[in-house]
Each structure stands twice: as structure tokens, then as C-alpha cells.
């Protein structure tokens, strides 16, 4: 099975721009999970989908949104960056079973670093 | 308080060495534990994931839960030098939020 994609892989913006990340999870994953890596914070939850809507929803400011889609692949978008967004976006996909019960496996895709200028 | 404490590292060993990487957490309600790898530059690899106390074993990994002290292990024997990485743990409140918590994250080099 192939992993978890996300494109791009490298991103540079400038302060205010905005950007759209993309994530496609493994055949058969229903569940996509948004994460930021950056070397101060860790890793932080940002978000979760699934069944095209939004589960549950991490710390962050309303400028950080996503949608699903029906054949699963998620976005995530960020607006009006920061320089404090800089960091590495990470998608993980998970088996999600269809009662809604969220299950623990989940799989990263490579991330999308982005640059904020 | 963070809700699950690593100790970032680094750590660096002798190849051949057992290693033993921990976290703490501190929220009993926590189910389901998990250990990642990451490599420089790569997303986070998952290694094991378990939820129950006691020990689990895969090859030369084993990850040890003690809810009672709210403690979880990993344990690399005979390590390699391509076992360098970042090892992170990862802890799932509930089985519904879809949302792991992740420790720092341990930096562990293996030396020929």
C-alpha cells in the first residue's frame, strides 16, 4: 500500500499570504489528522477529519482551518501567516472505524515545510 | 505541567548497546501509547503502540506500560547505528478524539 502523501513538500511565503497544504492518506484511511512540528513546541495536534467533518480541533487560532474531501484527501490552510508559523506540517491517516470510534493507529506522511518570511 | 514529559536527549551509545527511553504522563484517564521514530527530515515512523500495562514486544523493541506510575518505556536491544534518530511517544486520551499528545521528542545517535 502506498503511505501518506502531502504536497507540496517545501514551501516558502511571505508574511499576510496565505497557503493551502495537501494530504492524501492510505487507501482505505477514513480519518486525517493535522499536526505542527516546530523545534520549540513539539509536535502539536491541529486538527482531525473525518467523514469530511471536523472532529476535534487542537489549540490553534481560527487563521488554521481544513476541509476533507468525500474520497477522504484533507487540506489544511493557514491565513494571514505569521513568521511563527514556520514549521513542519504533518498529516497522519488513520483507520478510523465507521461507529465513529477513533482508532489509535495513525500514520505520518513525509510533511510540507514551510517557510514563513 | 506538560501532560506527557520526555527527556529530549541526546542520548548516544555504543553499537550493540540496550537502550532505554522513557516518558511520563500525567493524566490517569490516558489509554493508548505509542512510539514513534523519526528521522532527520522525515515525518514520524510509527514503531509500536499498545494499551494495556505490561510489556510488548517486536524484534529487538519493547515498550513497557506501568499505568500505576504513569510510566512507559521503550527498550532497543542490540542497537544500530541506523536506530540514530529522534524517538518520540505518543499518548491517545480516548479512543474518540482522534488526537495524540506527543512527548519532545529523545535524540538518540548510535555509534559504530
Known amino acids: 500500500k502506498a503511505g501518506v502523501t502531502q504536497t507540496p513538500r517545501y514551501l516558502i511565503k511571505t508574511r499576510g499570504q496565505q497557503v493551502t497544504l495537501s494530504c492524501s492518506p492510505i487507501s482505505g484511511h477514513r480519518s486525517v489528522s493535522w499536526y505542527q512540528q516546530t523545534p520549540g513546541q513539539g509536535l502539536q495536534f491541529l486538527f482531525e477529519?473525518?467523514?469530511?467533518?471536523?472532529?476535534n480541533k487542537g489549540n490553534f487560532p481560527g487563521r488554521f482551518s481544513g476541509r476533507q474531501f468525500s474520497n477522504s484527501r484533507s487540506e489544511m490552510n493557514v491565513s494571514t501567516l505569521e513568521l511563527g508559523d514556520s514549521a513542519l506540517y504533518l498529516c497522519a491517516s488513520s483507520p478510523r472505524i465507521g461507529d465513529g470510534t477513533s482508532h489509535y493507529e495513525q500514520y505520518f506522511g513525509p510533511g510540507t515545510r514551510l517557510t514563513v518570511t | 505541567q506538560k501532560e506527557v514529559e520526555q527527556d529530549p536527549g541526546p542520548l548516544s551509545v555504543p553499537e550493540g548497546a540496550i537502550v532505554s527511553l522513557n516518558c511520563t504522563y500525567s493524566n490517569s484517564a490516558f489509554q493508548y501509547f505509542m512510539w514513534y521514530r523519526q528521522y532527520s527530515r522525515k515525518g514520524p515512523e510509527l514503531l509500536m503502540y499498545?494499551?494495556?500495562?505490561g510489556n510488548k514486544e517486536d524484534g529487538r523493541f519493547t515498550a513497557q506500560v506501568d499505568k500505576s506510575s504513569k510510566y512507559i518505556s521503550l527498550f532497543i536491544r542490540d542497537s544500530q547505528p541506523s536506530d540514530s534518530a529522534t524517538y518520540l511517544c505518543?499518548?491517545?486520551?480516548?479512543?474518540?478524539?482522534?488526537?495524540?499528545?506527543f512527548g519532545q521528542g529523545t535524540t538518540l545517535q548510535v555509534k559504530p
Open positions: 499498545t494499551y494495556s500495562s
Open positions: 505518543a499518548i491517545m486520551g480516548s479512543s474518540n478524539t482522534g488526537k495524540l499528545i
Open positions: 477529519y473525518f467523514s469530511e467533518t471536523q472532529r
